[in-house]
């Protein structure tokens, strides 16, 4: 089919470009669908724009697709034709897998950019299409090759190349080269590729040079990275995260849309993306080698390769690096290595497996008869949900190995995920409830990449408390209080009285908070990944350990009766403590986490929790223990009970977001229970309820209380039966119904008046 995207040439314009041929190739053979054309060049020689004027001089439409998003969109404001990505334009995507199914060319002549950053099933739509429609492709078969099957789609290009209805051309003049120093160091990258000896190595010395330190991120300049970790460092200083007045583009399940609003989406660099096809951005001017290739650098602009000092840059990169610039003049190599957190490998004196999937090969009679790999291949998603019984068999299939753990939860077949059935509580769950993984996802913020770090800084204080510590909690726990009002105050008149712990149902009023969490999440300051220095070995405690305040989010073991013994909990809650409670209440200073205040979490759930009655009870779906599941467990027991080693998910990091929730939610509920009593002994709680006794007028005691936790709504009840509300901060929600009647009242208002002032 032909597509309309540019006007016609007039008569004159076609017999002045008849005979017009490029690279060699007679136009006859440009426009023959029986023969497709493979232009490889040298990069910035002109295959793209000369392709474009002779299909402009012939007045031929014709449809191009690019290996990436911006390519395309680069390729659609340089030319104007028809334009898509090649993954997008000419297969379709299945649960988030591309290239899963072929589509039928959109036009009769097509133009294939970047080929060998795709996928080996482009070489079989080519094989399968040629004929049908005029293929041209392009591309430079020196430049980056795919990070997933490079090797194998490079062979396979060269395999197509062979092909007797293949004609093959080789381009070795560049025209993005502004001068002739830079034409010249193209040629040499360009011949060196394939030998041993190391372009970057010899030649970084000839260029500027800076450290990373020395780097000022901006949005004109161009920012490559050598690896994903010195991208995500550059986000983590600058706080790319959050900067939305950057040329962003789509990304993920938006990649396709043309117009979006940008701030409703996160902004995440390539080693945080998520396994799923969630909507998320990246900033046009930073990223890897291959993310940047078939763009160029202009002469305004400065290219600044970042690159760690000990980082091997092979000739195929540095060639590909370097041929974006119109002037070599421009190259700024920053030096930069981030920290990486060394593997966590023994912890507590035991081994640390990595926790992997186990990839079954053999075939399985399930219960019903049927055969697994049956199932496998009628499934139509990425996943296969087994019964107990036969995920049961499945696992008893599962080898012990000394260096990995294998999960127990899933098991990889072929190309699908094997899960066990399972009844959600939430049968009914409504499909547009939120979900605390979604939320995850899209704030790589609370993803904490440096846990091994965190972990030996809590193995280490533990250790070091005096003289022979050892470890006496090897696990993560966050606060609770655990600290409940005796029947006597009186010490030991009748022990079994003294010991006996008041009923919640004994006190005569209760507080609790509306929207806790929520809350919590809009207000607070919470640990990001960007950084955590553990203690300094030096450091010594004085007898209340109070002395840190690092303004970011201090981490303690608390051996306070408050708390469960040994959890961590954050220093807000520790000074808090310690200024009202006395010497006896114990906490160890562990290390420090950079924070930001508030969170993309909150503000959405906050928003959701005071709309209407509907969104809020929309907001139970969010299971936040999804982000407290263990970044370490115990496994493989002795006959003791006593694990013998433990398995590491790399993929749970988040537990330090929990820990800091639950430290808010204790220290708002401490402020209250000083405030009625006076000391931390008093009352019952439960989470984010308070239970208590009081003589005062509720109405000022609630005025007072409200002043003490500015942001929080809570409420005051009566602790009988009839549970009566005594005292609120808040007002009742209106429904989805009434909140829409009375936005037409007010839009019906408005128009009165407008009408009103008109006469």
């Given at each position: 089919?032909?597509?309309?995207?540019?006007?016609?040439?007039?008569?004159?314009?076609?017999?002045?470009?008849?005979?017009?041929?490029?690279?060699?190739?007679?136009?006859?053979?440009?426009?023959?669908?029986?023969?497709?054309?493979?232009?490889?060049?040298?990069?910035?020689?002109?295959?793209?724009?000369?392709?474009?004027?002779?299909?402009?001089?012939?007045?031929?439409?014709?449809?191009?697709?690019?290996?990436?998003?911006?390519?395309?969109?680069?390729?659609?404001?340089?030319?104007?034709?028809?334009?898509?990505?090649?993954?997008?334009?000419?297969?379709?995507?299945?649960?988030?897998?591309?290239?899963?199914?072929?589509?039928?060319?959109?036009?009769?002549?097509?133009?294939?950019?970047?080929?060998?950053?795709?996928?080996?099933?482009?070489?079989?739509?080519?094989?399968?299409?040629?004929?049908?429609?005029?293929?041209?492709?392009?591309?430079?078969?020196?430049?980056?090759?795919?990070?997933?099957?490079?090797?194998?789609?490079?062979?396979?290009?060269?395999?197509?190349?062979?092909?007797?209805?293949?004609?093959?051309?080789?381009?070795?003049?560049?025209?993005?080269?502004?001068?002739?120093?830079?034409?010249?160091?193209?040629?040499?990258?360009?011949?060196?590729?394939?030998?041993?000896?190391?372009?970057?190595?010899?030649?970084?010395?000839?260029?500027?040079?800076?450290?990373?330190?020395?780097?000022?991120?901006?949005?004109?300049?161009?920012f490559i990275c050598h690896s994903n970790d010195i991208e995500l460092a550059l986000y983590r200083e600058w706080d790319i995260y959050h900067d939305y007045t950057a040329e962003l583009l789509p990304k993920g399940?938006?990649?396709?849309?043309?117009?979006?609003?940008?701030?409703?989406?996160?902004?995440?660099?390539?080693?945080?993306?998520?396994?799923?096809?969630?909507?998320?951005?990246?900033?046009?001017?930073?990223?890897?080698?291959?993310?940047?290739?078939?763009?160029?650098?202009?002469?305004?602009?400065?290219?600044?390769?970042?690159?760690?000092?000990?980082?091997?840059?092979?000739?195929?990169?540095?060639?590909?690096?370097?041929?974006?610039?119109?002037?070599?003049?421009?190259?700024?190599?920053?030096?930069?290595?981030?920290?990486?957190?060394?593997?966590?490998?023994?912890?507590?004196?035991?081994?640390?497996?990595?926790?992997?999937?186990?990839?079954?090969?053999?075939?399985?009679?399930?219960?019903?008869?049927?055969?697994?790999?049956?199932?496998?291949?009628?499934?139509?998603?990425?996943?296969?949900?087994?019964?107990?019984?036969?995920?049961?068999?499945?696992?008893?299939?599962?080898?012990?190995?000394?260096?990995?753990?294998?999960?127990?939860?899933?098991?990889?077949?072929?190309?699908?995920?094997?899960?066990?059935?399972?009844?959600?509580?939430?049968?009914?769950?409504?499909?547009?409830?939120?979900?605390?993984?979604?939320?995850?996802?899209?704030?790589?913020?609370?993803?904490?990449?440096?846990?091994?770090?965190?972990?030996?800084?809590?193995?280490?204080?533990?250790?070091?408390?005096?003289?022979?510590?050892?470890?006496?909690?090897?696990?993560?726990?966050?606060?609770?209080?655990?600290?409940?009002?005796?029947?006597?105050?009186?010490?030991?008149?009748?022990?079994?009285?003294?010991?006996?712990?008041?009923?919640?149902?004994?006190?005569?009023?209760?507080?609790?908070?509306?929207?806790?969490?929520?809350?919590?999440?809009?207000?607070?300051?919470?640990?990001?990944?960007?950084?955590?220095?553990?203690?300094?070995?030096?450091?010594?405690?004085?007898?209340?350990?109070?002395?840190?305040?690092?303004?970011?989010?201090?981490?303690?073991?608390?051996?306070?009766?408050?708390?469960?013994?040994?959890?961590?909990?954050?220093?807000?809650?520790?000074?808090?403590?310690?200024?009202?409670?006395?010497?006896?209440?114990?906490?160890?200073?562990?290390?420090?986490?950079?924070?930001?205040?508030?969170?993309?979490?909150?503000?959405?759930?906050?928003?959701?929790?005071?709309?209407?009655?509907?969104?809020?009870?929309?907001?139970?779906?969010?299971?936040?223990?999804?982000?407290?599941?263990?970044?370490?467990?115990?496994?493989?027991?002795?006959?003791?009970?006593?694990?013998?080693?433990?398995?590491?998910?790399?993929?749970?990091?988040?537990?330090?977001?929990?820990?800091?929730?639950?430290?808010?939610?204790?220290?708002?509920?401490?402020?209250?229970?000083?405030?009625?009593?006076?000391?931390?002994?008093?009352?019952?709680?439960?989470?984010?309820?308070?239970?208590?006794?009081?003589?005062?007028?509720?109405?000022?005691?609630?005025?007072?209380?409200?002043?003490?936790?500015?942001?929080?709504?809570?409420?005051?009840?009566?602790?009988?039966?009839?549970?009566?509300?005594?005292?609120?901060?808040?007002?009742?929600?209106?429904?989805?119904?009434?909140?829409?009647?009375?936005?037409?009242?007010?839009?019906?208002?408005?128009?009165?008046?407008?009408?009103?002032?008109?006469?």
């Amino acid at each position: 089919m032909a597509l309309k995207n540019f006007p016609r040439t007039t008569k004159q314009q076609e017999d002045t470009e008849r005979n017009l041929n490029i690279f060699g190739i007679s136009d006859d053979d440009m426009l023959n669908p029986q023969m497709v054309k493979v232009i490889c060049g040298i990069a910035g020689s002109a295959k793209s724009s000369n392709i474009d004027k002779f299909f402009r001089a012939k007045g031929i439409d014709y449809a191009r697709f690019t290996s990436t998003n911006k390519l395309k969109r680069d390729a659609r404001d340089r030319y104007g034709c028809y334009c898509d990505t090649i993954a997008g334009g000419l297969f379709h995507t299945d649960d988030g897998l591309f290239f899963s199914e072929e589509k039928d060319s959109p036009c009769d002549n097509i133009v294939i950019d970047e080929i060998l950053q795709t996928n080996v099933k482009v070489i079989e739509w080519i094989k399968n299409n040629y004929g049908n429609c005029n293929i041209i492709v392009t591309t430079d078969s020196r430049q980056m090759l795919s990070s997933e099957n490079g090797k194998a789609m490079l062979s396979s290009f060269k395999a197509l190349c062979s092909e007797p209805y293949v004609l093959y051309k080789e381009l070795f003049k560049t025209f993005r080269a502004r001068d002739d120093k830079t034409e010249r160091y193209f040629h040499i990258c360009y011949e060196f590729v394939y030998e041993k000896f190391n372009r970057f190595k010899s030649d970084c010395k000839w260029f500027e040079q800076i450290d990373f330190s020395d780097l000022r991120y901006n949005h004109t300049d161009v920012f490559i990275c050598h690896s994903n970790d010195i991208e995500l460092a550059l986000y983590r200083e600058w706080d790319i995260y959050h900067d939305y007045t950057a040329e962003l583009l789509p990304k993920g399940s938006i990649a396709r849309k043309e117009e979006f609003d940008v701030e409703k989406y996160p902004i995440i660099p390539q080693a945080q993306t998520p396994k799923t096809n969630i909507p998320y951005l990246q900033p046009s001017n930073v990223g890897s080698v291959t993310r940047y290739q078939g763009s160029e650098v202009t002469k305004s602009q400065k290219l600044y390769f970042l690159v760690g000092k000990n980082d091997y840059v092979n000739n195929r990169e540095w060639y590909t690096a370097v041929t974006r610039l119109w002037t070599i003049d421009n190259l700024v190599i920053v030096w930069c290595d981030p920290k990486r957190p060394e593997k966590l490998t023994e912890y507590n004196g035991k081994p640390v497996k990595e926790t992997t999937w186990f990839s079954f090969t053999d075939d399985l009679v399930l219960s019903d008869g049927s055969k697994l790999s049956d199932v496998s291949k009628e499934a139509s998603s990425r996943e296969v949900i087994l019964s107990d019984v036969d995920m049961l068999k499945l696992i008893e299939k599962i080898p012990n190995n000394a260096d990995v753990y294998y999960n127990r939860n899933a098991i990889v077949y072929g190309d699908k995920i094997i899960k066990r059935s399972y009844v959600d509580k939430d049968e009914e769950r409504p499909r547009n409830a939120p979900t605390m993984l979604g939320f995850l996802q899209k704030e790589p913020d609370f993803s904490y990449d440096y846990m091994p770090d965190f972990y030996r800084a809590f193995e280490s204080i533990q250790k070091n408390r005096f003289p022979g510590a050892k470890v006496t909690n090897d696990i993560l726990i966050p606060p609770s209080i655990t600290q409940q009002e005796r029947e006597n105050e009186i010490p030991f008149p009748d022990a079994e009285l003294y010991e006996k712990v008041r009923s919640r149902d004994s006190f005569k009023y209760g507080v609790d908070f509306r929207a806790s969490y929520p809350c919590i999440l809009n207000n607070e300051a919470f640990p990001t990944g960007s950084f955590f220095y553990p203690r300094n070995k030096d450091f010594k405690d004085n007898e209340f350990h109070t002395q840190i305040d690092s303004g970011q989010i201090d981490w303690y073991i608390s051996y306070c009766d408050l708390f469960p013994q040994g959890c961590v909990v954050t220093g807000d809650l520790v000074r808090f403590v310690q200024m009202n409670m006395g010497q006896w209440a114990e906490f160890y200073y562990f290390g420090t986490s950079a924070s930001k205040k508030g969170s993309d979490i909150g503000k959405r759930l906050h928003e959701q929790a005071y709309k209407t009655v509907e969104s809020k009870r929309l907001i139970k779906y969010v299971h936040y223990g999804l982000a407290e599941r263990p970044y370490l467990e115990r496994i493989e027991f002795d006959e003791n009970g006593n694990n013998k080693a433990y398995a590491l998910n790399k993929n749970q990091n988040h537990q330090l977001l929990m820990i800091t929730i639950r430290s808010y939610q204790c220290l708002n509920i401490l402020k209250l229970m000083f405030e009625i009593y006076g000391d931390f002994k008093h009352g019952a709680v439960n989470a984010d309820c308070l239970y208590f006794d009081t003589s005062e007028r509720i109405s000022k005691l609630g005025d007072r209380l409200k002043l003490l936790v500015p942001g929080y709504d809570f409420r005051i009840f009566s602790n009988n039966q009839k549970k009566r509300i005594l005292y609120k901060t808040y007002a009742e929600l209106p429904t989805a119904a009434e909140l829409a009647k009375e936005k037409r009242r007010k839009s019906l208002t408005n128009r009165n008046k407008s009408d009103t002032i008109s006469i």
